[in-house]
């Protein structure tokens, strides 16, 4: 009986904590009624008097639909996830916490305009009041015990933050991994290994940079080295592969994206076209939040998507300007090697003489256990964040930890009424560094770099150095009016996906922060060029384009060495594949792995003494390396070679049978081992992941999915398109709009899975919000 009491208790509160879809609501702040529409998709159109009046009615929507989203987003800007989660959270806090992101962002608030902080206000007391309208606590708080917080001005700096960290990572690892790679091989090697391969590249302008040689016999031979360390560095990374299963498979992926767009003389109607498909991790609820805003007395009638916990339109269309954005991948982090000085272990050398570190304490809070105190310490150049691996401390420079790396210039996107006013607030704007693509209604197109970069000198950006001579380091920041930028590009069209973009000195002032291979990049630049009179069906085909063409290349190398490894069955899969990453394909998986196999193991076999000298560093692949693995496979060196093996065809061959032997034991039918089985999403709820039974009632159903790393169609089981549009600026009623889970945090919402199955299938739905099926009027509170 009192199991049933609970069970009832818990149903009435998970009713009562329904988001509000119609009727009247007074608000405090408000200065004139806002109406909230919202479609058959949950999609709503907030229409207002004053700016700030949407921007509150956005904070009480987004509140209301969002709010643990928001208050996760929020915590994972400030290092403040265990307060709420409890101590599984306290390393992932105590990464974060060392940034020290909730001070920046209290200063940068506080250094806004008066009209500036106005919106954000409003914002906040727009969340606040959503939040106190529903009938019970979200959800998630009744499961985890705890009361929601109230929203702060300053937390909606903490999600941009929260953003930095997604997109440009903690601790500049790759810069770390080439610090210790200069340091065990020699240069010839080293360049080999890091630089990208100017074959494959598909840069806007068409530069190319120079090819690295072959390191020669005579730089560097794997034949003179002891047998025993490959043995060692196989059997580490493949018991890692093992027991991490087919993830390890995986390239290191990181968030990327897809962008592009088609200027009007080459569209079928003359009028400009843009895609973006924002590739990043798959969660419920997803990670934008679909709206209309709309402010007459300012000109504003802006629609895409929204990031619950701030009040803009971060990417679509204004109806004169539309944009999207891929992450650059440029080089915003540099680590310093920390010169001691003469005064202990705080002690440390700059140009202008020793300095002591400025020491601070962090209380991370945890919920179930006790709070934890965390030393920072920072020096000038940013916080002491660990050490290069030869006992010198690195402190990381950063852009993120800069005066003036946030503004709110994306906010004035909304206003933009053309390419050059929007090239114009956009480019060098303080926010993570990214590609944007803009379109205008006049049928003009651009590629512009958003973020502020930094001014270097002196110091050698792409691995750990030390900053305490006179003239190295930063020097303030490129001024935004020579932020990198191509507009009008002769070609009438222009992409992005990750890789490098530009060449000369805008590659030099944005730099290489590991680029993603550009396999994506040139399939879709090929399929633009194919294109004479572009439609917004064809931005979707490119978008949901599963054609392998990168890996096409591979198959005839995987069937060669599945072959000479006595292995028919999977031979005949393989030469039988699709040519797509299709899910009933089971030779496009077998072509897929090998192609991953064979760069891992030469990734492991050319780092061989390096891994010796640091087996504790996490030695993932560089996405970029599969390019150097397969000028290594057509080139077959014999000095680079694995000793243990008499040649190039003996050693594919070992990896081919590696491939097939690694399979998991649900493949004993090679036939049957399609790629649909391994990736089959996996879009959870984070209360899911913690309580599984709850997994049919919050997750999004797990569909085998088409598209994988390499492929337009970005997919695996919990990274890939977080949307999908397509518009025409001024004919928005003509574009598309996709996202992998619905408007609605709450389970219990008709919106919770709205639009799921468009997303999955590559169903055009549209950009626009449709006819109201609910209104809510909001007016001010007398």
């Keep these: 009986m009192l199991l049933l009491v609970a069970l009832l208790a818990v149903w009435l509160a998970l009713r009562a904590s329904q988001p509000q879809l119609e009727g009247e609501v007074a608000l405090a702040g408000l200065t004139a009624p806002v109406t909230v529409a919202r479609d058959a998709l949950g999609v709503p159109e907030i229409r207002g008097a004053t700016r700030e009046d949407v921007a509150l009615a956005t904070g009480f929507v987004h509140a209301q639909e969002r709010f643990f989203q928001m208050d996760l987003l929020r915590r994972a800007g400030a290092g403040e996830l265990a307060a709420l989660l409890g101590p599984a959270l306290l390393d992932t806090d105590r990464r974060i916490r060392v940034h020290q992101f909730r001070k920046r962002a209290t200063a940068a608030m506080a250094a806004l305009t008066p009209p500036e902080r106005a919106l954000f206000e409003?914002?906040?007391?727009?969340?606040?009041?959503?939040?106190?309208?529903?009938?019970?606590?979200?959800?998630?708080?009744?499961?985890?015990?705890?009361?929601?917080?109230?929203?702060?001005?300053?937390?909606?700096?903490?999600?941009?933050?929260?953003?930095?960290?997604?997109?440009?990572?903690?601790?500049?690892?790759?810069?770390?991994?080439?610090?210790?790679?200069?340091?065990?091989?020699?240069?010839?090697?080293?360049?080999?290994?890091?630089?990208?391969?100017?074959?494959?590249?598909?840069?806007?302008?068409?530069?190319?940079?120079?090819?690295?040689?072959?390191?020669?016999?005579?730089?560097?031979?794997?034949?003179?080295?002891?047998?025993?360390?490959?043995?060692?560095?196989?059997?580490?990374?493949?018991?890692?592969?093992?027991?991490?299963?087919?993830?390890?498979?995986?390239?290191?992926?990181?968030?990327?994206?897809?962008?592009?767009?088609?200027?009007?003389?080459?569209?079928?109607?003359?009028?400009?076209?843009?895609?973006?498909?924002?590739?990043?991790?798959?969660?419920?609820?997803?990670?934008?939040?679909?709206?209309?805003?709309?402010?007459?007395?300012?000109?504003?009638?802006?629609?895409?998507?929204?990031?619950?916990?701030?009040?803009?339109?971060?990417?679509?269309?204004?109806?004169?300007?539309?944009?999207?954005?891929?992450?650059?991948?440029?080089?915003?982090?540099?680590?310093?090697?920390?010169?001691?000085?003469?005064?202990?272990?705080?002690?440390?050398?700059?140009?202008?003489?020793?300095?002591?570190?400025?020491?601070?304490?962090?209380?991370?809070?945890?919920?179930?256990?006790?709070?934890?105190?965390?030393?920072?310490?920072?020096?000038?150049?940013?916080?002491?964040?660990?050490?290069?691996?030869?006992?010198?401390?690195?402190?990381?420079?950063?852009?993120?930890?800069?005066?003036?790396?946030?503004?709110?210039?994306?906010?004035?996107?909304?206003?933009?009424?053309?390419?050059?006013?929007?090239?114009?607030?956009?480019?060098?704007?303080?926010?993570?560094?990214?590609?944007?693509?803009?379109?205008?209604?006049?049928?003009?197109?651009?590629?512009?770099?958003?973020?502020?970069?930094?001014?270097?000198?002196?110091?050698?950006?792409?691995?750990?150095?030390?900053?305490?001579?006179?003239?190295?380091?930063?020097?303030?920041?490129?001024?935004?009016?020579?932020?990198?930028?191509?507009?009008?590009?002769?070609?009438?069209?222009?992409?992005?996906?990750?890789?490098?973009?530009?060449?000369?000195?805008?590659?030099?002032?944005?730099?290489?922060?590991?680029?993603?291979?550009?396999?994506r990049a040139r399939q879709i630049r090929d399929r633009l060029a194919a294109l004479p009179a572009a439609s917004p069906a064809d931005l979707l085909a490119i978008q949901t384009d599963d054609r392998a063409d990168y890996l096409a290349n591979w198959q005839p190398l995987a069937l060669a060495a599945l072959r000479r490894a006595g292995l028919e069955q999977a031979a005949a899969l393989a030469s039988g594949w699709s040519g797509r990453a299709i899910v009933d394909d089971a030779g496009y998986r077998l072509v897929r792995q090998f192609e991953r196999r064979v760069a891992d193991r030469a990734f492991t076999m050319l780092t061989v003494e390096a891994r010796a000298r640091w087996p504790d560093f996490r030695w993932r692949t560089p996405q970029r390396f599969t390019e150097v693995a397969w000028r290594l496979v057509q080139a077959r060196p014999a000095h680079l070679l694995d000793p243990r093996f008499a040649d190039w065809d003996a050693w594919l061959a070992d990896v081919a049978r590696e491939v097939v032997e690694d399979l998991p034991k649900e493949c004993a039918d090679l036939a049957g081992c399609r790629w649909g089985e391994v990736n089959r999403a996996r879009i959870r709820h984070p209360i899911s992941e913690a309580v599984p039974f709850l997994s049919r009632f919050l997750d999004m159903p797990a569909d085998a999915l088409p598209g994988d790393w390499s492929t337009p169609r970005v997919q695996s089981s919990r990274f890939g398109a977080s949307e999908r549009f397509g518009v025409s600026p001024g004919r928005e009623a003509e574009g598309f709009f996709h996202m992998p889970g619905g408007q609605s945090g709450h389970p219990l919402s008709p919106f919770y899975r709205a639009g799921h199955e468009a997303w999955v299938r590559g169903e055009a739905t549209p950009f626009l919000p449709g006819q109201p099926e609910h209104v809510m009027l909001l007016t001010p509170r007398s």
Excluded at 256 to 270: E, L, M
Excluded at 301 to 308: I, R, S, Y
Excluded at 462 to 481: F, I, L, Q, S
């Design 122 to 519: 409003a914002y906040a007391a727009g969340v606040n009041a959503g939040l106190e309208r529903l009938g019970a606590r979200p959800f998630e708080y009744l499961l985890l015990r705890q009361q929601p917080r109230p929203w702060g001005v300053e937390d909606s700096l903490l999600v941009i933050c929260a953003m930095w960290i997604d997109l440009q990572g903690l601790d500049a690892r790759h810069e770390q991994r080439r610090g210790r790679l200069a340091a065990a091989l020699p240069a010839p090697l080293y360049r080999f290994l890091t630089e990208p391969d100017p074959s494959w590249e598909a840069p806007l302008d068409g530069s190319r940079l120079p090819e690295m040689p072959l390191p020669g016999e005579d730089e560097y031979d794997l034949r003179r080295l002891d047998r025993a360390l490959f043995e060692k560095s196989d059997r580490e990374a493949r018991q890692g592969r093992r027991t991490a299963g087919l993830v390890r498979d995986e390239p290191d992926i990181a968030p990327g994206s897809n962008n592009w767009a088609v200027a009007g003389a080459r569209s079928a109607d003359g009028a400009a076209l843009l895609a973006n498909d924002m590739h990043l991790g798959l969660n419920v609820p997803n990670i934008w939040y679909r709206a209309r805003l709309a402010v007459e007395s300012a000109g504003i009638d802006a629609t895409g998507v929204t990031l619950p916990g701030g009040p803009a339109i971060v990417a679509g269309s204004n109806g004169s300007v539309a944009w999207g954005f891929t992450n650059s991948y440029g080089d915003f982090q540099d680590l310093v090697v920390v010169a001691p000085g003469p005064q202990g272990r705080d002690s440390y050398l700059t140009a202008d003489g020793p300095r002591t570190m400025d020491i601070e304490t962090e209380t991370i809070e945890v919920a179930g256990g006790a709070a934890e105190a965390l030393v920072v310490r920072s020096t000038i150049w940013g916080p002491v964040i660990g050490e290069d691996g030869e006992g010198h401390e690195l402190a990381l420079a950063w852009t993120a930890h800069r005066e003036g790396a946030n503004d709110l210039n994306l906010l004035r996107l909304e206003t933009a009424r053309d390419l050059d006013e929007a090239a114009a607030i956009i480019g060098g704007a303080g926010m993570p560094a990214q590609n944007v693509l803009i379109a205008d209604r006049t049928g003009r197109i651009g590629w512009v770099l958003s973020g502020k970069l930094p001014r270097r000198k002196g110091s050698e950006a792409t691995r750990p150095t030390a900053w305490h001579e006179n003239g190295a380091g930063w020097d303030g920041w490129v001024p935004a009016a020579e932020s990198p930028r191509l507009l009008d590009p002769p070609l009438g069209y222009a992409w992005s996906a990750n890789a490098r973009v530009m060449g000369g000195d805008a590659f030099a002032a944005i730099g290489d922060g590991d680029y993603a291979p550009a396999a």
